[in-house]
């Protein structure tokens, strides 16, 4: 039915699904119509489009305009405007407008608008608006809006709305607030627990 409509032929694989204007438009082969990956669902605008020879894989979904439109990991969910639309890693998750837009690792979770937007790491999770937006390291953890914007190291967590602002330190940091602990550089190792609103620095002083 062509990259306008709806095909759920073996012409674009078995079992996979296109529905919109340009959807999953090259396969895994770089061929419109032509060796679409076995169980891959593409809905909107542009959603599980392509990169080069290496479009959407296997049982990936992508639903929302520009949704996994570039190289989307097998077994991957992007729902939501840009939602993972380049380089989402495989079985990784991302939910809410430009949730894990660019390169988002592998088996990692992305829920809320802007929320690791580019480079978030393997087997992290960022949940809330613009958590972990950019930068967020592997197994890395941040929940809340704002927590961990940039930069959050490898192993590090931050919950609660501007915690780890700036940067959480690559070892096993923790800082769990009320409302903006830590928003300079958080070290490694350390814990902090502020709820007097007031930005704290772990080198000493405020």
Do not use: M
Request: net charge negative; charged share 10%; proline share 1%.
């Amino acid at each position: 039915a062509g990259g306008d409509g709806l095909d759920t032929g073996e012409a674009c694989g078995r079992f996979s699904v296109l529905l919109g204007c340009e959807a999953g438009h090259y396969g895994y082969t770089g061929q419109w119509n032509s060796g679409k990956p076995t169980g891959a669902v593409s809905i909107g605008h542009y959603a599980g489009h392509r990169i080069s020879t290496d479009g959407q894989r296997e049982y990936a979904v992508a639903v929302g305009w520009s949704s996994g439109a570039f190289n989307q990991g097998a077994k991957s969910l992007s729902v939501g405007y840009y939602a993972g639309e380049a380089s989402q890693g495989s079985s990784s998750v991302a939910l809410g407008d430009e949730a894990g837009r660019t390169n988002q690792g592998d088996y990692s979770v992305a829920i809320g608008a802007s929320s690791a937007i580019t480079g978030q790491g393997n087997y992290t999770i960022a949940i809330g608006n613009q958590a972990g937006q950019t930068n967020q390291g592997d197994y890395a953890v941040a929940i809340g809006a704002s927590s961990a914007i940039t930069g959050q190291g490898d192993n590090a967590i931050a919950i609660g709305r501007l915690s780890g602002v700036q940067n959480t330190g690559s070892t096993n940091a923790f800082a769990p607030v009320a409302n903006a602990s830590s928003q300079l550089t958080q070290q490694e190792s350390s814990i902090i627990l502020n709820a007097t609103g007031v930005g704290l620095n772990t080198d000493g002083g405020t």
